[in-house]
């Protein structure tokens, strides 16, 4: 018998990572659950990469307690080969975000890219512009899932720089895209409508090599990370007159079919900036 509701037989979710303290998923669930009067709870769990496999099963068995969770990092790829059944964009960004316990089966997703693309689509700057060509820094992790998002909003033109070409040559492979060094940029920025920094850079205050002066009129800055203040690629590009774009979104929208599967809801979350501003305190 599956135990995955609470003594007070209210569904608990959670996330795991490690380290986990600094997860805004706790925050951002809990105040949706609160927001909406749901009963539920949602949790943080560290678990260490040796105590994975045990915790996986102990998801579906029920001894979690859990209706589902979140991974984040560094388990996100391992999830894959613990889950049962794996949508189709956890299988092509390869790596799992989001797990349901249905039926004592895992049922791995990657909402990521669902995330990056409903905050893009949620700027009408962003819906004001042609979708043909988009250039995104960065190969890491995070790449994959705002590959997969651009290629669902109809980017039929993706370009993905790196400073590590080694890295390119899955991300060519796998998504069917054009990859070029960092350093070759300038060559491809002239006729994308869409800039995407999909790496760890601005997160300690760095700048990316990005010469604002020749980039192409209209085109839209993004930057997924996000925090208190803009990174410098976005307040940059706004002295510029550009429209910029941050990441927060991203975290919220990522949270979103976990929230209404585990909850048990069709209605969707709030998104608005009570939520923008609570997540920003909570941030560590
Ligand atoms: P990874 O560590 O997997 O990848 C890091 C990327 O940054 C690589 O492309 C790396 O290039 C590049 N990079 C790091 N330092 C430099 C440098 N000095 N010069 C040039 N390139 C550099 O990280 P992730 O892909 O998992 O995450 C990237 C960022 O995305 C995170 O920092 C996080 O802030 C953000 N993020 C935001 C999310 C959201 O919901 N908004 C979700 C997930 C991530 P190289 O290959 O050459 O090392």
Redesign the pocket.
Known sequence: MQNTKSPDNFPVAGVIGHPITHSLSPALHNHWLKKMGLPGRYESRDVAPADCARFFADLRNGKVGWVGCNVT?PHKIVALDHCDVLSDAAKKIGAVNTIIVRNGKLHGDNT?WL?FSENLLSWAAFRAVPKNRAVVI??????RGVIYGLQQLGFGDIIVV???VE?LQDLRDDFGIAVDS?ASLPKHIGAANLLVN????G?KG?MLPVDFTTLPRGILLHD???GAHLTHFLTTGKEFGFAVKD??G??IH?GIPGFKAWFKTDKNPPVDDDLRHYLLSQKK
């Open positions: 990092l990521d995330g960065g190969a890491g992790g995070a790449a790196n400073r590590t890295k960092l999909a790496t760890s850079l997160l760095e997924i990370i996000y990441g927060l991203m975290l990522q």
